[in-house]
């Protein structure tokens, strides 16, 4: 019999695994940019907001996003941010520039009012330091403030703002994009590497304990990326823990082909930045392995947004613009599903992720100032592999027909990965949803444009007793398809119409264009 050239199968293994699902994979990203903070997450005198000016429809979001960590304030914004402007009595805060984003910074958010609201939303504060105007003096003092229990000028200040417990910060960004000509304060690759060094290091005589990432490039396509890993890690590779990579996409005019693929450039991008750190640390005989935060990552319209960052009044300076409010499509869901199956595979090194940003400026969450807040399409793939990928990434090495790009060549057209909690002796990562039971959770995007693809699980290795609890499919006739306000849920998972397992095979079709998610069960 002659093979379906249009079908995709994998074999699944329990005892074949990767890595631990981390949690911090599921990370997004608040920077004082546009409306994320105003308007977005803070809002005093909006109907769902409290005393605290923090908006309870935008927790309650953030909440069923299932965001694990949040990295804040920036961005380039941080490289030019003064955090002492942000902390005490509000009517002392002064109104600064915020030269990053052409606006205007009223302060009237600041450290305190992210730690309050990320105890509200129950996720991990993780802080970007100014590497841009400021240094290692600077850099110290905010960690004083932030983590040391009192009796010291820096640590009382706080426990006088009102927060008598420290914070307890672990995971610090050292610095932002420093490899960018736009980045305040932008350095060669020996300054920053020399001053990552120094400040690690001085941070680390207060507490060995933290975790530290220094900046990678700003994206695989920077001219110095590759020397710049290589020339910083040469400084710093023995007092941090992560290096950084960003890596945003956009559809290219029409060439939807290629977008849908934007995860191939992503997986290289994690292959490369893996490969230069560790020929460091071999050069350094150095045992010791480094993890890549991609601690910014997403769909962008960025030429959209530098066309109307151009064409602004050089003179207007307002505060929390509309900025980069992009309503994201189908595609854009499914290339950010796409993208989480890449994270997920690459678990054996990315410890660390932000979908960037949260609520509206290239946001998750979209809101209207004294209006609702409602999901765009790519809060979806997010929250379900928020939720649904527990315990192990399991490998998943796909036979798949190929699918032409213009940009990539011809690449697989369905791309999958497959996570494993096993409740009888899982010793590869908790569960953090409290269900019970094994679980088994499949993820699979279809990254052909007009075609479905049949795609065949084989999952004889986990022996009997394994039952089809769910399949959801995200895809939409029209891929330009988006969530608004007055029709929020037009773009959302719905029940998969074609998705069985029959003995020990899932067998699922995959429409054009597709997010798709199976969930096994096993009690
Ligand atoms: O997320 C928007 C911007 O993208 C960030 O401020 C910057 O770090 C990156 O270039």
């Not at 546009?34 to 953030?62: K, M, N, Q």
């Not at 697989?412 to 996570?419: N, Q």
């Not at 499949?442 to 990254?447: G, Q």
Request: glycine share 10%.
């Amino acid at each position: 019999m002659r093979p379906d050239l249009s079908a995709a199968s994998v074999r699944l293994d329990p005892a074949d695994i990767v890595g631990p699902v981390h949690r911090r994979l599921f990370g997004s990203f608040v920077e004082h940019m546009g409306r994320c903070v105003y308007t977005g997450i803070f809002e005093p005198g909006h109907p769902t907001a409290g005393d605290d000016g923090l908006r309870g429809d935008v927790l309650d979001l953030v909440r069923e996003l299932g965001v694990t960590t949040v990295r804040y304030p920036g961005g380039n914004f941080v490289s030019g941010y003064r955090w002492e402007d942000g902390v005490g009595p509000v009517d002392r805060r002064p109104t600064r520039l915020n030269l990053a984003w052409h606006s205007t910074e009223t302060n009237a958010f600041g450290l305190g009012e992210f730690m309050h609201w990320a105890g509200r939303a129950g996720i991990e504060p993780m802080l970007a330091l100014n590497f841009g105007t400021r240094g290692i003096a600077e850099a110290l003092d905010l960690l004083e403030y932030c983590n040391h229990p009192g009796g010291t000028a820096l640590s009382d200040l706080r426990v006088e703002h009102g927060d008598p417990d420290p914070y307890g910060v672990r995971m610090w960004c050292l610095g932002n994009e420093m490899d960018g000509p736009w980045q305040l304060g932008h350095r060669t690759a020996a300054e920053y590497g020399r001053l990552a060094a120094e400040t690690a290091r001085a941070m680390r005589q207060y507490d060995p304990g933290l975790e530290l990432v220094a900046c990678g490039s700003s994206g695989r396509a920077m001219a110095t990326f590759g020397s710049w890993e290589s020339t910083v890690l040469e400084h710093s590779y023995d007092l941090v823990d992560h290096i950084s990579a960003h890596a945003y996409y956009e559809l290219d005019g029409e060439d939807l082909g290629s977008f849908l693929a934007s995860a191939v450039d992503l997986d290289g991008f994690i292959t490369d930045v893996v490969s230069t750190a560790d020929a460091v640390g071999a050069r350094l005989g150095s045992a010791k392995r480094l993890g890549v935060s991609v601690d910014e990552w997403n769909v962008w319209y960025l030429r959209r947004h530098m066309a109307s960052m151009a064409g602004s009044d050089p003179a207007d300076w307002p505060a929390a613009p509309r900025l980069s409010e992009d309503d994201f499509t189908v595609a854009d869901a499914v290339v950010v599903g796409s993208m989480l199956v890449t994270l997920l595979r690459r678990a054996d090194r990315v410890q660390a992720a932000c979908l960037a940003q949260l609520v509206n400026t290239i946001g998750a969450i979209r809101t209207e100032p004294g209006g609702p807040a409602w999901r765009q399409s790519i809060f979806h793939p997010f929250a379900q592999a928020a939720r649904l990928a527990q315990g192990a990434v399991l490998r998943c090495d796909v036979r798949s027909p190929d699918t032409p790009t213009a940009r990539y060549g011809d690449v697989p057209a369905v791309d999958a990965v497959a996570t494993w909690h096993d409740a009888t002796g899982d010793v590869t990562g908790d569960a953090t949803d409290g269900l019970g039971g094994s679980r088994l959770t499949l993820f699979a995007v279809n990254r052909r444009a007009g075609e479905p693809v049949r795609f065949e699980v084989d999952l004889a290795a986990f022996g009997p007793g394994l039952r089809l609890v769910g399949a959801t499919v995200l895809a939409d006739a029209d891929p330009a398809a988006v969530n608004t306000q007055a029709e929020p849920d037009r773009v959302a998972p719905r029940p998969h119409p074609d998705a069985a397992l029959t003995g020990s095979t899932v067998q699922v079709t995959l429409p054009p264009a597709s997010w798709n998610v199976v969930e096994l069960r096993r009690d």
